[in-house]
């Protein structure tokens, strides 16, 4: 087959208009002419039209029969139904090192002044290996301790993103044990990535943007909570201040009264001393006289002046009546001006 540079010149803005671009592994339906010619016979095929819808349809078929596929098996929206990180930090990143939307991501990420790590697996990101490359790349971070796993590439007509529709991306997604976001470069068809992806974002810088975002929301929820608690802290010590000064202001005024009763009742106890203290001295006095006079009256020595006397006996025993002692007892009779010693030659009651 043969296509002319004439024809191609026709052909290419038709195919640009579609999203088209001619490629290996591509289905086309062509028109075409036969051409002999005659000094060699030779017979050919000269190319002057192909059916864009076709091509269209057959790349639209393809990727509804393969969602269709995934979502029986139940994988569309496996991977969307994973919790998102609240600080996803370590990301990684599925795409070709070089390309703008390499540059975009890690110009979004180092622009934010955020401490995200990034681990990069380079991938071609279009022609026929591309599909398994962006795979093979997904499992690998698959097996890494990432958050979250990026997967991008600039845009480009659809035979250009075709690649995003192959099955072995789709599961390579689907099965991830973290997010997989997608940032594709395509504002208007989404590939089968984009379905089982957690998050679809239109352009590298969006999806990048979204991460940042997230993680900036984040130091904004805890800087946010930090003042709230650092608010009530505040004025939970300045309620408990003002109930210290209201319990020291109660206690001073207690203390105070407690003084000024105490004070109130020495003052009265000393007015009440003051007054009784004479006659209670005089009271003691005539007391203290009439024991002293019960005292001189019993005073032995006054019975002993009056002509009494006191027998004992030689061990000191007082002697009390005549039956206490017996013949030969020594006995001591006390007299008021000396003692006279006896011994015992009767005794009888």
Same mark, same amino acid.
């Given at each position: 087959m043969a296509l002319f540079a004439n024809t191609w010149y026709r052909l290419?803005?038709?195919l640009a208009r579609h999203r088209l671009r001619l490629a290996n592994g591509l289905a086309v339906r062509i028109h075409a002419t036969p051409n002999l010619y005659a000094p060699t016979g030779?017979?050919?095929?000269?190319?002057?039209g192909i059916d864009v819808r076709f091509t269209l349809g057959k790349l639209a078929a393809d990727r509804d029969a393969l969602l269709a596929r995934l979502t029986e098996a139940g994988l569309v929206g496996r991977n969307g139904a994973l919790p998102m990180p609240l600080v996803p930090l370590r990301l990684g990143l599925v795409a070709s090192r070089g390309t703008a939307a390499w540059h975009d991501v890690l110009h979004e990420l180092q622009g934010s002044g955020i401490g995200f790590r990034v681990a990069h697996v380079d %991938? &071609?990101?279009?022609?026929?290996?591309?599909a398994a490359a962006v795979a093979s790349a997904v499992r690998t971070l698959s097996r890494r301790p990432v958050d979250v796993i990026v997967v %991008? &590439?600039?845009g480009g007509s659809r035979t250009d993103l075709a690649a995003f529709d192959d099955e072995g991306i789709a599961l390579a997604i689907a099965r991830a044990p973290v997010p997989v976001l997608t940032g594709l470069g395509?504002?208007?068809?989404?590939s089968v990535a984009d379905h089982v992806a957690h998050t679809a974002y239109k352009t590298p810088t969006a999806c990048a943007a979204a991460l940042v975002e997230r993680v900036r929301q984040f130091g904004a929820a805890v800087a946010a909570a930090g003042r709230g608690i650092a608010g009530r802290t505040t004025m939970a010590v300045r309620l408990a201040d003002q109930?210290?000064?209201?319990a020291c202001g109660r206690l001073r005024r207690e203390v105070q009264a407690g003084l000024d009763g105490a004070d109130r009742r020495l003052a009265a106890g000393a007015e009440r001393l003051a007054v009784r203290s004479p006659a209670a001295l005089r009271h003691a006095e005539h007391g203290l006289?009439?024991?002293?006079a019960r005292l001189r009256v019993l005073d032995p020595a006054a019975a002993l002046a009056r002509g009494w006397s006191i027998t004992r006996l030689a061990d000191g025993t007082l002697v009390r009546s005549a039956a206490a002692v017996v013949p030969g007892?020594?006995?001591v009779t006390t007299l008021a001006d000396g003692t006279v010693s006896s011994h015992v030659h009767e005794a009888g009651s």
């Open positions: 290419r803005p038709v030779r017979l050919s095929l000269v190319m002057d %991938v &071609r990101v279009q022609g026929q290996d591309a %991008v &590439r600039g395509h504002e208007v068809d989404r109930r210290i000064d209201h006289d009439v024991a002293a007892d020594e006995l």
